[in-house]
Protein backbone atom coordinates (compact mmCIF):
# COMPACT_ATOMS: atom_id res chain seq x y z
CA UNK A 1 0.00 0.00 0.00
CA UNK A 2 1.33 3.47 -1.04
CA UNK A 3 1.62 6.06 1.56
CA UNK A 4 -1.08 8.67 1.10
CA UNK A 5 0.89 11.25 3.04
CA UNK A 6 3.83 11.05 0.06
CA UNK A 7 2.74 13.47 -2.64
CA UNK A 8 2.81 12.76 -6.34
CA UNK A 9 4.06 14.03 -9.40
CA UNK A 10 3.49 13.12 -13.20
CA UNK A 11 6.32 10.48 -14.81
CA UNK A 12 7.60 12.35 -17.62
CA UNK A 13 7.92 9.18 -19.36
CA UNK A 14 5.14 7.40 -19.25
CA UNK A 15 2.53 10.17 -17.50
CA UNK A 16 1.55 8.84 -14.83
CA UNK A 17 1.04 10.32 -11.03
CA UNK A 18 3.27 8.30 -9.25
CA UNK A 19 4.79 9.44 -5.83
CA UNK A 20 7.70 11.19 -5.81
CA UNK A 21 10.29 8.64 -4.90
CA UNK A 22 13.62 8.46 -7.61
CA UNK A 23 12.49 6.19 -9.87
CA UNK A 24 8.69 5.86 -11.05
CA UNK A 25 7.11 2.94 -9.88
CA UNK A 26 5.05 1.84 -13.28
CA UNK A 27 7.88 2.47 -15.67
CA UNK A 28 11.31 2.57 -13.98
CA UNK A 29 12.12 6.05 -15.21
CA UNK A 30 14.17 8.57 -13.26
CA UNK A 31 11.63 10.85 -11.31
CA UNK A 32 11.96 14.75 -11.11
CA UNK A 33 12.62 16.13 -7.76
CA UNK A 34 9.68 17.13 -5.86
CA UNK A 35 9.22 20.50 -5.17
CA UNK A 36 7.75 20.51 -1.75
CA UNK A 37 4.36 22.24 -1.33
CA UNK A 38 5.06 25.81 -0.11
CA UNK A 39 4.47 26.29 3.98
CA UNK A 40 1.79 28.82 3.83
CA UNK A 41 2.85 31.43 7.10
CA UNK A 42 -0.11 30.06 9.61
CA UNK A 43 -3.10 32.68 9.18
CA UNK A 44 -3.41 35.38 12.78
CA UNK A 45 -7.06 35.20 13.64
CA UNK A 46 -8.46 38.69 13.96
CA UNK A 47 -10.38 39.80 16.98
CA UNK A 48 -12.84 41.68 16.80
CA UNK A 49 -11.69 45.43 18.10
CA UNK A 50 -12.79 45.86 21.99
CA UNK A 51 -15.53 48.27 22.64
CA UNK A 52 -14.59 51.56 24.03
CA UNK A 53 -13.94 51.63 27.74
CA UNK A 54 -16.37 53.53 29.47
CA UNK A 55 -15.94 54.94 32.93
CA UNK A 56 -18.01 53.87 35.76
CA UNK A 57 -19.99 56.74 37.15
CA UNK A 58 -18.31 58.17 39.87
CA UNK A 59 -20.40 57.25 42.81
CA UNK A 60 -21.42 60.63 44.19
CA UNK A 61 -22.84 60.18 47.45
CA UNK A 62 -26.26 62.74 48.00
CA UNK A 63 -26.43 64.66 50.80
CA UNK A 64 -29.29 63.45 52.76
CA UNK A 65 -31.54 66.57 53.67
CA UNK A 66 -33.35 64.91 56.26
CA UNK A 67 -31.70 65.66 59.20
CA UNK A 68 -31.10 61.77 60.76
CA UNK A 69 -29.05 62.97 63.99
CA UNK A 70 -31.54 65.29 64.97
CA UNK A 71 -34.57 62.62 64.71
CA UNK A 72 -32.53 60.12 66.50
CA UNK A 73 -31.69 63.07 69.22
CA UNK A 74 -35.42 64.45 69.14
CA UNK A 75 -36.74 60.46 70.18
CA UNK A 76 -33.57 60.67 73.07
CA UNK A 77 -35.09 63.65 74.40
CA UNK A 78 -38.39 62.90 74.26
CA UNK A 79 -37.47 59.24 75.81
CA UNK A 80 -35.37 61.49 78.90
CA UNK A 81 -38.47 63.94 79.07
CA UNK A 82 -41.12 60.93 79.67
CA UNK A 83 -38.79 58.85 81.86
CA UNK A 84 -38.19 61.95 84.41
CA UNK A 85 -41.97 62.59 84.17
CA UNK A 86 -42.92 58.75 84.99
CA UNK A 87 -40.37 58.42 87.73
CA UNK A 88 -42.24 62.14 89.23
CA UNK A 89 -45.37 60.43 89.37
CA UNK A 90 -44.17 56.79 90.64
CA UNK A 91 -43.20 58.67 93.61
CA UNK A 92 -46.12 60.37 94.40
CA UNK A 93 -48.22 56.81 93.93
CA UNK A 94 -45.34 55.68 96.20
CA UNK A 95 -46.10 58.61 98.94
CA UNK A 96 -49.74 57.91 98.94
CA UNK A 97 -49.79 54.11 99.01
CA UNK A 98 -47.23 54.56 101.99
CA UNK A 99 -49.45 57.42 103.83
CA UNK A 100 -52.16 55.02 103.42
CA UNK A 101 -50.53 52.56 105.12
CA UNK A 102 -50.40 50.02 102.20
CA UNK A 103 -46.91 49.74 101.84
CA UNK A 104 -44.18 48.50 104.76
CA UNK A 105 -41.69 51.05 105.42
CA UNK A 106 -39.05 49.13 104.54
CA UNK A 107 -40.65 48.27 101.19
CA UNK A 108 -41.34 52.43 101.15
CA UNK A 109 -37.89 53.49 101.87
CA UNK A 110 -35.84 50.62 99.12
CA UNK A 111 -38.69 51.91 96.05
CA UNK A 112 -38.24 55.89 97.22
CA UNK A 113 -34.91 55.83 97.68
CA UNK A 114 -34.33 53.95 94.23
CA UNK A 115 -36.91 56.37 92.18
CA UNK A 116 -35.07 59.14 93.60
CA UNK A 117 -32.01 58.35 92.73
CA UNK A 118 -32.71 57.82 88.97
CA UNK A 119 -34.76 60.57 89.06
CA UNK A 120 -31.73 62.82 89.89
CA UNK A 121 -29.60 61.21 87.59
CA UNK A 122 -32.16 61.81 84.82
CA UNK A 123 -32.43 65.39 86.23
CA UNK A 124 -28.57 66.10 85.86
CA UNK A 125 -28.32 65.00 82.41
CA UNK A 126 -31.14 67.00 81.07
CA UNK A 127 -29.84 70.17 83.11
CA UNK A 128 -26.52 69.06 80.77
CA UNK A 129 -28.55 68.72 77.62
CA UNK A 130 -30.03 72.26 77.72
CA UNK A 131 -26.54 73.85 78.21
CA UNK A 132 -24.97 71.59 75.63
CA UNK A 133 -27.82 72.38 73.42
CA UNK A 134 -27.50 76.39 74.18
CA UNK A 135 -23.97 76.36 73.35
CA UNK A 136 -24.44 74.92 70.24
CA UNK A 137 -27.23 77.15 69.42
CA UNK A 138 -24.95 80.05 70.51
CA UNK A 139 -22.23 78.98 67.95
CA UNK A 140 -24.39 78.69 65.35
CA UNK A 141 -25.77 82.48 65.74
CA UNK A 142 -22.50 83.54 66.47
CA UNK A 143 -21.52 82.14 62.46
CA UNK A 144 -24.77 83.54 61.29
CA UNK A 145 -23.89 87.05 62.11
CA UNK A 146 -20.15 86.39 60.43
CA UNK A 147 -21.99 84.92 57.12
CA UNK A 148 -24.02 88.39 56.91
CA UNK A 149 -21.02 90.31 57.64
CA UNK A 150 -19.23 88.27 55.06
CA UNK A 151 -21.97 88.73 52.64
CA UNK A 152 -22.50 92.16 53.08
CA UNK A 153 -18.58 92.57 52.25
CA UNK A 154 -19.08 90.59 48.99
CA UNK A 155 -21.36 93.10 47.83
CA UNK A 156 -19.26 96.24 48.44
CA UNK A 157 -16.06 94.11 47.02
CA UNK A 158 -18.53 93.88 43.95
CA UNK A 159 -19.47 97.27 43.55
CA UNK A 160 -16.13 98.57 43.76
CA UNK A 161 -14.47 96.34 41.04
CA UNK A 162 -11.93 94.14 43.15
CA UNK A 163 -14.28 90.81 42.26
CA UNK A 164 -16.11 90.03 38.55
CA UNK A 165 -20.14 88.89 38.97
CA UNK A 166 -19.01 85.08 38.20
CA UNK A 167 -16.61 84.79 41.77
CA UNK A 168 -19.30 86.77 43.73
CA UNK A 169 -21.98 84.28 42.21
CA UNK A 170 -19.98 81.81 43.59
CA UNK A 171 -18.79 82.88 47.02
CA UNK A 172 -22.34 84.52 47.87
CA UNK A 173 -24.25 81.02 46.81
CA UNK A 174 -21.83 79.13 48.98
CA UNK A 175 -22.76 81.49 51.85
CA UNK A 176 -26.07 82.20 51.52
CA UNK A 177 -26.35 77.86 51.36
CA UNK A 178 -24.46 77.81 54.50
CA UNK A 179 -26.99 80.04 55.84
CA UNK A 180 -30.18 78.04 55.05
CA UNK A 181 -28.70 74.90 56.63
CA UNK A 182 -28.06 77.58 59.97
CA UNK A 183 -31.58 78.11 60.14
CA UNK A 184 -32.87 74.99 60.24
CA UNK A 185 -30.34 73.52 62.66
CA UNK A 186 -31.03 76.70 64.78
CA UNK A 187 -34.81 75.80 64.44
CA UNK A 188 -34.61 72.02 65.72
CA UNK A 189 -31.98 73.20 68.42
CA UNK A 190 -34.81 75.24 69.85
CA UNK A 191 -37.74 72.83 69.57
CA UNK A 192 -35.06 70.33 71.77
CA UNK A 193 -34.41 73.22 74.44
CA UNK A 194 -38.10 74.10 74.53
CA UNK A 195 -38.89 70.06 74.71
CA UNK A 196 -36.05 70.20 77.60
CA UNK A 197 -37.02 72.86 79.86
CA UNK A 198 -40.97 71.89 79.38
CA UNK A 199 -42.07 70.07 81.93
CA UNK A 200 -45.12 67.58 81.63
CA UNK A 201 -46.28 69.43 78.64
CA UNK A 202 -48.51 66.67 77.97
CA UNK A 203 -50.39 67.33 81.46
CA UNK A 204 -53.14 69.91 81.63
CA UNK A 205 -52.79 72.50 84.82
CA UNK A 206 -55.38 71.07 86.20
CA UNK A 207 -53.58 67.66 86.35
CA UNK A 208 -50.54 69.27 87.58
CA UNK A 209 -52.27 70.79 90.14
CA UNK A 210 -53.68 67.47 91.48
CA UNK A 211 -49.99 66.55 91.51
CA UNK A 212 -49.65 69.24 93.80
CA UNK A 213 -52.30 68.91 96.34
CA UNK A 214 -51.94 65.17 96.39
CA UNK A 215 -48.48 65.86 97.58
CA UNK A 216 -49.22 68.23 99.88
CA UNK A 217 -51.89 65.88 101.47
CA UNK A 218 -49.12 63.01 101.88
CA UNK A 219 -47.16 65.57 104.06
CA UNK A 220 -49.63 66.80 106.31
CA UNK A 221 -51.25 62.98 106.45
CA UNK A 222 -47.09 61.93 107.45
CA UNK A 223 -47.12 64.34 109.88
CA UNK A 224 -49.75 62.77 111.93
CA UNK A 225 -48.62 59.34 111.30
CA UNK A 226 -45.56 60.38 112.64
CA UNK A 227 -47.20 61.98 115.82
CA UNK A 228 -49.57 59.06 115.84
CA UNK A 229 -45.96 56.33 116.29
CA UNK A 230 -47.19 55.20 112.92
CA UNK A 231 -44.11 56.67 110.61
CA UNK A 232 -41.06 56.72 112.27
CA UNK A 233 -39.47 60.02 112.41
CA UNK A 234 -36.15 59.48 110.41
CA UNK A 235 -38.17 57.65 107.25
CA UNK A 236 -40.28 61.43 107.77
CA UNK A 237 -37.40 63.70 108.07
CA UNK A 238 -35.79 61.67 105.22
CA UNK A 239 -38.56 62.26 102.71
CA UNK A 240 -40.13 65.51 104.15
CA UNK A 241 -37.37 68.04 102.28
CA UNK A 242 -37.39 65.96 98.87
CA UNK A 243 -41.50 66.41 98.92
CA UNK A 244 -41.26 70.21 99.70
CA UNK A 245 -38.60 70.52 96.98
CA UNK A 246 -41.54 68.46 94.46
CA UNK A 247 -44.51 70.45 95.84
CA UNK A 248 -42.33 73.64 95.19
CA UNK A 249 -41.33 72.18 91.92
CA UNK A 250 -45.23 71.84 90.63
CA UNK A 251 -46.25 75.14 92.03
CA UNK A 252 -43.18 76.55 89.89
CA UNK A 253 -44.93 74.63 86.48
CA UNK A 254 -48.60 76.54 87.00
CA UNK A 255 -47.46 79.44 88.89
CA UNK A 256 -48.93 82.13 86.03
CA UNK A 257 -52.06 80.01 86.13
CA UNK A 258 -52.75 80.31 89.65
CA UNK A 259 -52.19 84.15 89.65
CA UNK A 260 -54.44 84.08 86.91
CA UNK A 261 -57.11 82.32 88.62
CA UNK A 262 -56.86 84.20 91.78
CA UNK A 263 -57.47 87.69 89.92
CA UNK A 264 -60.85 85.88 88.40
CA UNK A 265 -61.64 85.18 91.76
CA UNK A 266 -61.45 88.47 93.05
CA UNK A 267 -63.58 89.41 90.63
CA UNK A 268 -65.67 87.16 90.84
CA UNK A 269 -66.65 87.73 94.38
CA UNK A 270 -66.76 91.89 93.40
CA UNK A 271 -69.46 90.54 91.07
CA UNK A 272 -71.23 89.08 94.05
CA UNK A 273 -71.09 91.88 96.20
CA UNK A 274 -72.57 94.76 93.88
CA UNK A 275 -75.07 91.99 93.55
CA UNK A 276 -76.08 91.62 97.01
CA UNK A 277 -75.61 95.36 97.45
CA UNK A 278 -78.14 95.79 94.61
CA UNK A 279 -75.91 97.60 92.53
CA UNK A 280 -76.45 94.49 89.34
CA UNK A 281 -79.75 92.99 88.33
CA UNK A 282 -80.18 89.43 88.63
CA UNK A 283 -79.88 89.26 84.53
CA UNK A 284 -76.27 90.96 84.60
CA UNK A 285 -75.31 89.35 87.27
CA UNK A 286 -75.91 85.59 86.25
CA UNK A 287 -74.15 86.51 82.47
CA UNK A 288 -70.76 88.24 84.01
CA UNK A 289 -70.87 85.23 86.64
CA UNK A 290 -70.96 82.33 83.76
CA UNK A 291 -68.58 84.86 81.40
CA UNK A 292 -65.78 84.63 84.60
CA UNK A 293 -66.46 81.10 85.46
CA UNK A 294 -65.50 80.02 81.85
CA UNK A 295 -62.54 82.23 82.06
CA UNK A 296 -61.56 80.22 85.18
CA UNK A 297 -62.24 76.72 83.80
CA UNK A 298 -60.40 77.88 80.43
CA UNK A 299 -57.23 78.21 82.83
CA UNK A 300 -57.24 74.51 83.87
CA UNK A 301 -57.62 72.93 80.46
Not at 91 to 111: D, T
Amino acid sequence: MSDVSVPRIRCPSCSKFAPAMKYCIYCGAKMPEATPPPIKPPQTSVLPPMPPTIPSPSRVSARVTTPLQSVIAKDEISNLMQSIETLYERKIALLNLYQLGEVSEGVFRKLYFEYDSKLTTFLKTREAKIEELKGKLEEKNKRFSEISMKLEELEVRRKVGEIDTALYTQQADSLRAEEREIIESSKILKTSINTLETMFSDKTPSQIRDFENKLRDCLSNLEKLVSEGKVTEETFNTVKPEIEKTIEFFNSLIKEHKEKDRVLREQLETLQTRYKLSELSIEEYERRKRELQTEIDKIWT
